[in-house]
T-cell receptor
Framework: ETGVTQTPRHLVMGMTNKKSLKCEQH?????MYWYKQSAKKPLELMFV???????ENNSVPSRFSPECPNSSHLFLHLHTLQPEDSALYLC????????????FGPGTRLTVL | SQQGEEDPQALSIQEGENATMNCSYK?????LQWYRQNSGRGLVHLIL?????REKHSGRLRVTLDTSKKSSSLLITASRAADTASYFC??????????FGTGTRLQVFP
Protein backbone atom coordinates (compact mmCIF):
# COMPACT_ATOMS: atom_id res chain seq x y z
CA GLU A 1 0.00 0.00 0.00
CA THR A 2 1.08 3.57 -0.62
CA GLY A 3 1.10 6.32 1.98
CA VAL A 4 -2.35 7.46 0.86
CA THR A 5 -5.38 5.98 2.59
CA GLN A 6 -9.04 6.29 1.66
CA THR A 7 -12.20 5.49 3.59
CA PRO A 8 -14.60 3.93 3.12
CA ARG A 9 -13.37 1.42 0.56
CA HIS A 10 -16.91 0.65 -0.57
CA LEU A 11 -20.03 2.79 -0.34
CA VAL A 12 -23.60 2.20 -1.47
CA MET A 13 -25.95 5.13 -1.26
CA GLY A 14 -29.33 6.25 -2.45
CA MET A 15 -29.83 9.32 -4.56
CA THR A 16 -31.13 11.34 -1.62
CA ASN A 17 -28.35 10.42 0.80
CA LYS A 18 -25.47 12.61 1.93
CA LYS A 19 -22.13 10.93 2.44
CA SER A 20 -18.46 11.86 2.53
CA LEU A 21 -15.30 10.24 1.23
CA LYS A 22 -12.10 10.74 3.17
CA CYS A 23 -8.51 10.74 2.00
CA GLU A 24 -5.39 11.06 4.12
CA GLN A 25 -1.79 11.18 2.97
CA HIS A 26 1.14 10.41 5.25
CA UNK A 27 3.83 11.53 2.83
CA UNK A 28 4.19 15.20 3.71
CA UNK A 29 2.97 16.21 0.26
CA UNK A 30 1.50 19.60 -0.53
CA UNK A 31 -0.81 18.80 -3.42
CA MET A 32 -3.85 16.50 -3.36
CA TYR A 33 -6.24 15.39 -6.09
CA TRP A 34 -9.61 13.72 -6.59
CA TYR A 35 -10.11 11.54 -9.68
CA LYS A 36 -13.12 9.63 -10.97
CA GLN A 37 -12.61 6.32 -12.74
CA SER A 38 -15.58 4.92 -14.65
CA ALA A 39 -15.60 1.70 -16.64
CA LYS A 40 -13.94 1.99 -20.06
CA LYS A 41 -13.26 5.71 -19.66
CA PRO A 42 -10.00 7.51 -18.98
CA LEU A 43 -9.29 8.63 -15.47
CA GLU A 44 -10.97 12.02 -14.97
CA LEU A 45 -9.40 14.69 -12.83
CA MET A 46 -12.04 16.32 -10.62
CA PHE A 47 -10.35 18.67 -8.15
CA VAL A 48 -6.84 19.82 -7.27
CA UNK A 49 -5.68 21.33 -3.99
CA UNK A 50 -2.30 22.90 -3.35
CA UNK A 51 -1.41 23.94 0.20
CA UNK A 52 -5.11 23.55 1.14
CA UNK A 53 -6.25 25.91 -1.62
CA UNK A 54 -8.34 24.65 -4.53
CA UNK A 55 -6.51 25.30 -7.78
CA GLU A 56 -8.65 23.34 -10.17
CA ASN A 57 -12.29 22.36 -10.51
CA ASN A 58 -12.65 20.38 -13.71
CA SER A 59 -16.29 21.37 -14.35
CA VAL A 60 -17.52 19.00 -11.69
CA PRO A 61 -21.25 19.14 -10.81
CA SER A 62 -22.05 20.88 -7.53
CA ARG A 63 -23.41 17.66 -6.04
CA PHE A 64 -19.71 16.90 -5.44
CA SER A 65 -18.21 19.24 -2.86
CA PRO A 66 -14.53 18.95 -1.90
CA GLU A 67 -12.97 20.08 1.34
CA CYS A 68 -9.30 20.31 2.27
CA PRO A 69 -8.84 21.32 5.92
CA ASN A 70 -5.07 20.80 5.79
CA SER A 71 -2.42 19.46 3.43
CA SER A 72 -2.83 15.91 4.75
CA HIS A 73 -6.59 15.51 4.50
CA LEU A 74 -9.03 15.74 1.65
CA PHE A 75 -12.75 15.08 1.68
CA LEU A 76 -15.35 14.70 -1.03
CA HIS A 77 -18.87 15.43 0.17
CA LEU A 78 -21.60 13.77 -1.85
CA HIS A 79 -25.20 14.94 -2.07
CA THR A 80 -28.10 14.03 -4.34
CA LEU A 81 -25.99 11.85 -6.59
CA GLN A 82 -27.15 10.12 -9.76
CA PRO A 83 -26.66 6.47 -10.77
CA GLU A 84 -24.14 7.58 -13.40
CA ASP A 85 -21.95 8.85 -10.58
CA SER A 86 -21.22 5.26 -9.63
CA ALA A 87 -17.48 4.80 -10.11
CA LEU A 88 -14.17 4.31 -8.36
CA TYR A 89 -13.09 7.57 -6.72
CA LEU A 90 -9.36 7.89 -6.35
CA CYS A 91 -7.40 10.30 -4.22
CA UNK A 92 -3.78 11.13 -5.02
CA UNK A 93 -1.04 13.36 -3.71
CA UNK A 94 2.24 14.75 -4.96
CA UNK A 95 5.14 16.58 -3.37
CA UNK A 96 4.39 19.76 -5.23
CA UNK A 97 1.97 20.94 -7.86
CA UNK A 98 4.34 20.21 -10.70
CA UNK A 99 2.52 17.26 -12.24
CA UNK A 100 5.35 14.88 -11.49
CA UNK A 101 4.86 11.51 -9.83
CA UNK A 102 1.54 11.12 -8.07
CA UNK A 103 0.81 8.66 -5.28
CA PHE A 104 -2.65 7.14 -5.31
CA GLY A 105 -4.87 5.73 -2.60
CA PRO A 106 -6.75 2.45 -3.08
CA GLY A 107 -9.98 4.23 -3.98
CA THR A 108 -13.59 4.18 -2.84
CA ARG A 109 -15.94 2.06 -4.93
CA LEU A 110 -19.19 4.08 -4.97
CA THR A 111 -22.52 2.67 -6.06
CA VAL A 112 -25.49 5.00 -6.34
CA LEU A 113 -28.85 3.27 -6.37
CA SER B 1 -9.60 16.09 -24.48
CA GLN B 2 -8.00 12.70 -24.09
CA GLN B 3 -4.25 12.87 -24.54
CA GLY B 4 -2.87 9.36 -24.26
CA GLU B 5 -4.29 6.35 -26.00
CA GLU B 6 -2.91 2.90 -25.27
CA ASP B 7 -2.64 0.04 -27.67
CA PRO B 8 -3.55 -2.79 -27.47
CA GLN B 9 -6.58 -2.52 -25.22
CA ALA B 10 -5.93 -6.02 -23.93
CA LEU B 11 -2.94 -8.36 -24.02
CA SER B 12 -2.59 -11.98 -22.89
CA ILE B 13 0.78 -13.70 -22.61
CA GLN B 14 2.49 -16.57 -20.82
CA GLU B 15 4.87 -16.12 -17.91
CA GLY B 16 8.38 -15.49 -19.11
CA GLU B 17 7.31 -13.72 -22.29
CA ASN B 18 7.80 -10.04 -22.91
CA ALA B 19 4.87 -7.63 -22.98
CA THR B 20 4.86 -4.47 -25.06
CA MET B 21 2.30 -1.70 -24.71
CA ASN B 22 2.13 1.45 -26.76
CA CYS B 23 0.86 4.93 -26.06
CA SER B 24 0.12 7.63 -28.59
CA TYR B 25 -0.65 11.24 -27.81
CA LYS B 26 -1.69 14.31 -29.71
CA UNK B 27 0.19 17.42 -28.56
CA UNK B 28 3.68 18.26 -27.36
CA UNK B 29 4.48 17.17 -23.83
CA UNK B 30 6.78 17.94 -20.92
CA UNK B 31 6.91 14.34 -19.75
CA LEU B 32 5.10 11.04 -20.04
CA GLN B 33 4.45 8.67 -17.16
CA TRP B 34 3.40 5.03 -16.91
CA TYR B 35 1.23 3.72 -14.09
CA ARG B 36 0.00 0.27 -13.12
CA GLN B 37 -3.37 -0.51 -11.57
CA ASN B 38 -4.31 -3.82 -10.05
CA SER B 39 -7.99 -4.66 -10.31
CA GLY B 40 -10.12 -2.09 -8.48
CA ARG B 41 -7.15 -0.53 -6.71
CA GLY B 42 -5.20 2.70 -6.89
CA LEU B 43 -2.58 3.46 -9.48
CA VAL B 44 1.11 2.92 -8.84
CA HIS B 45 3.69 5.09 -10.58
CA LEU B 46 6.16 3.03 -12.61
CA ILE B 47 8.38 5.38 -14.54
CA LEU B 48 8.60 8.95 -15.86
CA UNK B 49 10.34 9.89 -19.08
CA UNK B 50 10.99 13.50 -20.00
CA UNK B 51 10.51 14.93 -23.46
CA UNK B 52 14.27 15.21 -24.01
CA UNK B 53 14.84 11.56 -23.11
CA ARG B 54 14.52 8.66 -25.52
CA GLU B 55 14.77 5.62 -23.28
CA LYS B 56 14.65 4.74 -19.58
CA HIS B 57 15.00 1.52 -17.66
CA SER B 58 13.75 0.45 -14.28
CA GLY B 59 14.25 -3.19 -13.35
CA ARG B 60 12.33 -5.26 -15.90
CA LEU B 61 10.72 -2.16 -17.37
CA ARG B 62 11.95 -0.34 -20.45
CA VAL B 63 10.23 2.79 -21.70
CA THR B 64 10.93 4.55 -24.97
CA LEU B 65 9.71 7.92 -26.17
CA ASP B 66 9.56 9.12 -29.76
CA THR B 67 8.45 12.74 -29.73
CA SER B 68 8.49 12.96 -33.53
CA LYS B 69 5.87 10.22 -33.68
CA LYS B 70 4.21 11.33 -30.43
CA SER B 71 4.38 7.82 -29.07
CA SER B 72 5.83 5.84 -26.20
CA SER B 73 6.18 2.15 -25.48
CA LEU B 74 6.43 0.19 -22.25
CA LEU B 75 8.23 -3.14 -22.38
CA ILE B 76 7.98 -5.58 -19.50
CA THR B 77 10.58 -8.32 -19.87
CA ALA B 78 10.30 -11.85 -18.44
CA SER B 79 6.74 -11.24 -17.31
CA ARG B 80 5.29 -12.80 -14.16
CA ALA B 81 1.74 -13.60 -13.12
CA ALA B 82 2.04 -10.72 -10.64
CA ASP B 83 2.40 -8.32 -13.58
CA THR B 84 -1.27 -8.91 -14.39
CA ALA B 85 -2.83 -5.45 -14.17
CA SER B 86 -3.96 -2.48 -16.24
CA TYR B 87 -1.25 -0.16 -17.47
CA PHE B 88 -1.86 3.52 -18.17
CA CYS B 89 0.19 6.20 -19.79
CA UNK B 90 -0.28 9.77 -18.64
CA UNK B 91 1.04 12.84 -20.36
CA UNK B 92 1.97 16.19 -18.91
CA UNK B 93 2.20 19.36 -20.93
CA UNK B 94 4.07 22.45 -19.70
CA UNK B 95 2.16 23.28 -16.57
CA UNK B 96 -0.97 21.41 -17.45
CA UNK B 97 -2.59 18.51 -15.69
CA UNK B 98 -1.86 14.80 -15.94
CA UNK B 99 -3.99 13.29 -18.71
CA PHE B 100 -4.53 9.55 -18.61
CA GLY B 101 -5.38 7.15 -21.40
CA THR B 102 -7.86 4.30 -21.20
CA GLY B 103 -5.19 1.72 -20.43
CA THR B 104 -4.01 -1.70 -21.56
CA ARG B 105 -5.24 -4.73 -19.62
CA LEU B 106 -2.40 -7.22 -19.32
CA GLN B 107 -3.07 -10.83 -18.36
CA VAL B 108 -0.04 -13.03 -17.63
CA PHE B 109 -0.83 -16.75 -17.40
CA PRO B 110 1.32 -18.99 -15.18
Amino acid sequence: ETGVTQTPRHLVMGMTNKKSLKCEQHLGHNAMYWYKQSAKKPLELMFVYNFKEQTENNSVPSRFSPECPNSSHLFLHLHTLQPEDSALYLCASSQELRWQEQFFGPGTRLTVL
Amino acid sequence: SQQGEEDPQALSIQEGENATMNCSYKTSINNLQWYRQNSGRGLVHLILIRSNEREKHSGRLRVTLDTSKKSSSLLITASRAADTASYFCATVRNTDKLIFGTGTRLQVFP
